[in-house]
């Protein structure tokens, strides 16, 4: 099967081997599938995975192994990336999310997405709606990361949010948080950066003209290690910072503001698959206008360049 594969380099390959599914798996052939900052990241050498990457995808179950997970046959499914061991106390108690040996789709241990084909556990699997099209259905994984920013920050006293980062998560997390009642304003460094999320009808603003100590609530979605720094500089004192980037980079942070400024930091990372595929049903977010391209498997490294170009937002792979 074709595959882009991670190994000393990004590959595409056209002969690595069909997934072989145990007995909780289901086989699972794409149809269509996502490049978010994460993938990027990773062809740069963050988390020193190797293999298949790719971890946002739609595709139509075609093979399991127990006659008892039958019922998924043919269907269109969704799948959440984090694969516990199941016996572990976090696992038992949590989830896999947090699971210290659990594998991440296209991320950690577990071959990804950029494929033919991909193998899941069932209990990963999640039925698409009739009336979600792909190309909806492929920005699951993302929206339910932007919902869980949202589910952090839902018990605490409703305050203006910045969101550092207008790109391809950014965009959705002030949505998401918008259509919850908050008084978003999204952050760019151009204002080439802010024109759709003027055009989604979300407060713009640049990150330099920000007053430090401005904010109630910043959400760090930039993707880059100075975004960080920025959230602190511009978040009120006993004020929230929430990281949502992962890069490769590192960089020098100045932590006296969290202390003096006595800030909470919170991380947000994978969110609740069947709240986004909800929110996708209700059709309010216009994400048809985030789909920058569309490129097919065996152009591939193309299409992870072309992402990975300032400004970009969502490319997608198909077979």
């Avoid at 920050?153 to 259509?179: D, T």
């Avoid at 919850?180 to 802010?194: H, K, T």
């Avoid at 020098?252 to 947000?268: A, M, R």
């Avoid at 992870?304 to 490319?315: E, M, N, S, Y």
Wanted: charged share 20%; hydrophobic share 40%; aromatic share 6%.
């Amino acid at each position: 099967m074709q595959a882009l594969e991670l190994n000393k380099g990004l590959n595409y390959r056209q002969d690595k081997p069909i997934p072989e599914v145990s007995a909780d798996e289901a086989l699972i052939r794409l149809k269509l599938a996502g490049i978010c900052a994460t993938d990027l990241e990773l062809v740069k050498g963050y988390a020193q995975f190797t293999g298949t990457i790719g971890h946002e995808f739609v595709g139509v179950v075609e093979a399991v192994s127990q006659e008892t997970h039958r019922h998924w046959l043919n269907k269109r499914v969704v799948g959440s990336i984090n694969i516990g061991c199941g016996i572990c106390d976090v696992c038992r108690r949590d989830g896999p999310e947090h699971c210290l040996n659990r594998r991440v789709l296209g991320i950690r241990g577990h071959d990804g997405a950029f494929a033919d084909y991909v193998s899941l556990p069932v209990g990963n699997l999640y039925l698409v709606p009739e009336d979600v099209p792909d190309e909806m259905a492929v920005f699951t994984e993302p929206l339910a990361a932007a919902i869980r920013v949202f589910k952090q920050l839902e018990h605490w006293p409703v305050k203006p949010v910045a969101v550092i980062g207008p790109g391809r998560l950014g965009l959705l997390i002030a949505k998401v948080l918008a259509l919850a009642g908050y008084d978003v304003e999204v952050l760019g460094r151009s204002a080439m950066s802010l024109a759709l999320p003027k055009q989604w009808q979300l407060k713009t603003a640049l990150v330099q003209d920000v007053s430090a100590n401005y904010y109630d609530y910043v959400v760090d979605a930039s993707g880059q290690a100075g975004g960080f720094s920025q959230a602190l500089r511009m978040t009120k004192p006993g004020g929230t910072v929430v990281l949502k980037s992962t890069f490769s980079a590192s960089e020098p942070v100045d932590l006296t503001k969290v202390v003096v400024g006595e800030l909470n930091i919170v991380g947000s990372r994978c969110g609740p698959f069947d709240e986004a595929l909800a929110v996708l049903r209700q059709g309010n977010i216009p994400l048809e206008t985030m789909v920058d391209g569309r490129y097919s498997l065996r152009d591939g490294l193309a299409a992870l360049q072309h992402a990975a170009q300032p400004g970009v937002r969502k490319i997608l792979l198909q077979p």
